[in-house]
T-cell receptor, first 116, second 113 residues
Framework: EAQVTQNPRYLITVTGKKLTVTCSQNMNHEYMSWYRQDPGLGLRQIYYSMNVEVTDKGDVPEGYKVSRKEKRNFPLILESPSPNQTSLYFC???????????????FGAGSRLTVL | AQSVTQLDSHVSVSEGTPVLLRCNYS??????LFWYVQHPNKGLQLLLK??????LVKGINGFEAEFKKSETSFHLTKPSAHMSDAAEYFC???????????FGGGTRLMVNP
């Protein structure tokens, strides 16, 4: 089944303890992206990657890192988590955006992170 | 720059009545526009997309949206609500490069029996 898989789905951690949220897709998509969802703010883009070894900042990259060493994987790293990073995180992927700019995303099921 | 405003954070309708979820966008170029739906504890699923072809776009589950450039709107409609339509809906504008997507704040649709 074509899908985007995120792990863990739920995590409670403490301030400053490094964590990684993994994201893997099995659709051979070039484009991958991370979002955080907060009430009333919709989804905000953290980082995106157009292909292997190519990553760019989105709207809210502060406090996050990413890497794209393989096409299928795009982990999100929080080096020193803080309580304001408590949120619901989504990974998404797609084929290279078309010339029309229409980027149709496939989303993972989400990872709910709580930082105490 | 681009932005999206969903005019209602919550909409409540009765089953069998029409649904209207409003979305206005701001963009300095010709955007692509999308509606995604999020059911509880699920990821987002594409409902429909507009990419500069027909201005009236049909999506899954009987939903439609009309692109009105003069009003910078992309409202989502459905003639008759079903209980299974209860979810959160997001309007999204896509930069022409395809790289940057901007989401609206979401509209939670409640369907009453």
């Amino acid at each position: 089944e074509a899908q985007v898989t995120q792990n863990p789905r739920y995590l409670i951690t403490v301030t400053g303890k490094k964590l990684t949220v993994t994201c893997s897709q099995n659709m051979n998509h070039e484009y991958m992206s991370w979002y955080r969802q907060d009430p009333g703010l919709g989804l905000r883009q953290i980082y995106y990657s157009m292909n292997v070894e190519v990553t760019d900042k989105g709207d809210v990259p502060e406090g996050y890192k990413v890497s794209r060493k393989e096409k299928r994987n795009f982990p999100l790293i929080l080096e020193s988590p803080s309580p304001n990073q408590t949120s619901l995180y989504f990974c998404a992927s797609s084929f290279t955006p078309s010339l029309s700019g229409a980027n149709v995303l496939t989303f993972g099921a989400g990872s709910r992170l709580t930082v105490l | 720059a681009q932005s999206v405003t969903q005019l209602d954070s919550h909409v409540s309708v009765s089953e069998g009545t029409p649904v209207l979820l409003r979305c206005n966008y701001s963009s300095s170029y010709s955007p692509s526009l999308f509606w995604y739906v999020q059911h509880p504890n699920k990821g987002l699923q594409l409902l429909l997309k507009y990419t500069s072809a027909a201005t009236l776009v049909k999506g899954i589950n009987g939903f439609e949206a009309e692109f009105k450039k003069s009003e910078t709107s992309f409202h989502l409609t459905k003639p008759s609500a079903h209980m299974s339509d209860a979810a959160e809906y997001f309007c999204v504008v896509n930069h022409p490069s395809g790289n940057m997507l901007t989401f609206g704040g979401g509209t939670r649709l409640m369907v009453n029996p």
